[in-house]
Every structure is written in C-alpha cells, then in structure tokens.
C-alpha cells in the first residue's frame, strides 16, 4: 500500500531559507599580506564581522555552523568550523561542521544549510569557508614499511592533485592549466578573448573598490594592514597581459594559459548567514535575498570548468525559470577560458557577468570563493534591483556547483 502525493500537496508548506548578512575578509596574494594570520583566525575574522552587522542576534540561538575548506590539512585540520566558531566567541553549545568540495566548499556549505533551514531541521544557520595557500603544508606520506631506505618527499599541498592514486586514468589527473588548454581547444578560445575578459576583471574590481562597492562587504582582519583585495592591478589592459608567457604549455605548443588571465593563489575567508523566513525575527533582520534554486554537476575530471554549465541550468529549473529571468551572474573565474567557455555556452549578455570583478583580480582562496560569489551577488542584485542572480563555481575532479538568488527587495509586480 502506498500513498500518492500530488505536485501541488507536496509544496504546501515547503520553507525557504533566505541570506541575512554576508561580509568577508580582504583576499590576500600568496605570502602576502595574510601569509601570518592562520586559516582558522581567518575564518574567526569572518564570523565575527558578519556577526556585527545582524547585533540583535543571540549567537546562542545559531542552530549550526557549516563551513567549507579545500585543504585541511594545516592548520585548520581539527574542524575548522568548529573551531573557527569557537574562536569567534560562539557559546560552546553551537554545533560547527566542515564540508570539502574543494573551491565549491563554501558555496556547498550554503546549499547544505538552506536544505537544513528548508526541511525545518534549523532556524538559523552560520555558513562560509576558508582558506590560507600560503600556509598550506607540505606532507609526508606514511611508508608501507618502517624505516625505509631512501628518501622521502614532501607534496605540497596548496593546489590542485598530490599523492595520485594510480588506478586514476592519466587523463584525469593532468593539472589545472594543461585540462583548461584542452577546453580551450575543444571550444576555440583565443588568448586575446581571454587577456580581454581578464583585463576586463581587473579594472572592474578597482572600479567597484574605488565606487565603495565593497564598503561593508569586505571587512579588514584585525592587525593586518589590508583594507581590500590584494591582487587588484588597476592598469592591467589585454595588451599589458599579452606580454605575459603562458605557463603549462610553450607558444611552440599553442599555450594561452598565463598568470595573468588565471585566478591567482590566495588567503581569505567569507561568512553567509542563513535562515527561515520566520528567523527575522530571532535574527532581528529582514532577509536580503531568497535561495531559490541549487543544481550540482559532474563531468570528465578534466572538464571540470565547464561544469558550471549545466549546475546553473539545474539551478536555474528547480527554481521555475530560465536565462532570460536573469539580471546578474557571479561565476568564478578560475580561469579565463573556463569562464567563457561557461558563458558562450548560457549565451547570455557578458555584461551582467561579474560586474564588480571576478576571481582572476580579487583572488581564490578555495575554500572561501563560493561564499565570496554569493555574497557579492546579494549586493549586486540590491544595487542593480535586479529580481533574480546565479552564482556558480567551477570544482577540480570535475564538478560543479549553482545557487539562484532571488532579491527580496523586487517583487513581481515591481520588476
């Protein structure tokens, strides 16, 4: 015996988690200006400002904290949402969880607690993510016997694959930039479109910082000299960056892969606060914007930046509407090519594409992009009055990752 639910019984009094208040940390470059602040303090400094903007909040009344980092391996290794919470002076009772889906960790972690908030298993939940690359350790694996004879060596462990099981096809685990070459093959994107786009994400940051876009979204960490992003370069142009040489492959080779149109390596984290509809009052706060849709998506490994093609359509239908509803996308931009790649295909205007930068300029700590692109698209869709954005992320081993926004500050009637 069983029973049928209609479409229309099983939505009645389905909940909505809504965002409340999301800041983050300035991203510093690689041994730069947050190379001496550990990953957990960071993750404590992000928890702490986005705290400060919702004061009416009893911290005690966070059902949860989810939080995302791609290494954990270092220093964050013990929990680092728990711990960071702890740090951040939440009362002890205030359970913290970490997810790793590597650069999409933080983003996932958001998706996580709005499914917790939407099936009424919380209230109020605590989400973000971090990430420090330049104190990402180095590892020693354990040998299968004791003292071997030889030497050992360390791996690094601050990007992309290490310590490779060998049953992995080789095609799988070529590194980063050589799988996006190969996108770039497969789609015919040309070195200029790619210094163009990534020129384009430079002078857009420094706009934004310069407008005071990111006054209240970006808060500096406590004894660090960093009040925005580090690896901002106001005058970067395409032909400043056609200057630069390509980095996996040799122009003998066809690379167009460069330091300058790929996203750099970084520090940082950021903090999203979810919750119900009925939290605004616990949280003593209207909601900004309302998780609308989620879509996930595997591929090929090293496909992998074209994945958020189709977590955004997903994202995009389970929240009953399609391309031409959409007023802004934050994509990340782990690389040039991937990220045109991604919007060649929605075919959409490029122009409403990360209109306050992207990562190629602001930066990627893994960890904490996912929360970056979120928050950043909550404010863009408030100052544009835009009614509905997709965030969307890009996820090594062949992933990808998308959330729809809708502002609560744009109604039907009004857009």
């Not at 999409?104 to 993510?129: N, P």
């Not at 049953?167 to 930039?177: A, C, F, H, I």
């Not at 330091?259 to 616990?282: C, I």
Request: with cysteine; glycine share 12%; charged share 20%.
């Amino acid at each position: 015996m069983y029973f049928r639910i209609s479409r229309a019984t099983a939505t009645v009094g389905v909940m909505s988690a809504y965002l409340y208040a999301a800041t983050r940390t300035p991203f510093g470059r690689f041994n730069g200006a947050l190379a001496g602040v550990r990953p957990d303090d960071l993750a404590a400094a992000a928890i702490t400002s986005t705290l400060a903007d919702v004061p009416g909040l009893d911290p005690a009344a966070i059902d949860d904290v989810v939080w995302g980092n791609a290494n954990g391996a270092g220093e964050e290794n013990r929990n680092v949402g728990r711990m960071a919470a702890l740090l951040a002076g939440l009362p002890v009772s205030v359970p913290g969880t970490t997810v790793n889906r590597l650069c999409g960790s933080s983003l996932d972690a958001a998706m996580t607690a709005s499914r917790t908030i939407e099936c009424g298993d919380a209230e109020v939940v605590l989400t973000g993510g971090v990430e420090s690359m330049t104190r990402a350790p180095w590892v020693l694996p354990k040998s299968a016997k004791p003292f071997p004879v030889g030497d050992v060596t360390a791996v690094s462990t601050t990007l992309g694959w290490r310590l490779v099981n060998p049953r992995m096809p080789k095609e799988w685990t070529v590194s980063l930039g050589e799988a996006n070459e190969r996108l770039r093959e497969r789609f015919g994107i040309s070195r200029e479109r790619q210094d163009e786009f990534a020129a384009r994400s430079h002078q857009l940051a420094d706009l934004a910082w310069e407008s005071g876009f990111y006054d209240g979204l970006v808060v500096p960490v406590e004894g660090v000299d960093l009040t925005r992003d580090e690896g901002i370069r106001a005058g970067s142009t395409p032909e400043v960056l056609a200057g630069l040489k390509p980095v996996f492959r040799t122009p003998e080779q066809g690379g167009t892969i460069t330091a300058g149109n790929a996203s750099p390596l970084n520090d940082g984290a950021s903090a999203v606060l979810l919750g119900s509809e009925k939290a605004a009052a616990t949280i003593g706060a209207d909601p900004i914007a309302r998780i609308a849709g989620r879509g996930v998506m595997a591929l090929e490994p090293q496909a992998f930046g074209y994945a958020p093609v189709e977590a955004a359509n997903r994202a995009l239908a389970r929240a009953g509407i399609g391309w031409d509803q959409v007023g802004a996308v934050e994509l990340n931009e782990a690389f040039a090519v991937q990220s045109l790649a991604c919007l060649d295909a929605w075919k959409i205007d490029p122009a409403i594409v990360n209109q306050k930068g992207g990562a190629i300029a602001i930066g990627h700590p893994l960890g904490a992009s996912g929360g970056r692109v979120l928050a950043t698209l909550a404010k863009v869709l408030r100052v544009t009055k835009q009614r509905y954005g997709v965030a969307a992320i890009c996820i090594g081993v062949g992933q990808g990752l998308a959330v729809v926004l809708e502002n609560c500050g744009v109604t039907e009637a009004g857009k």
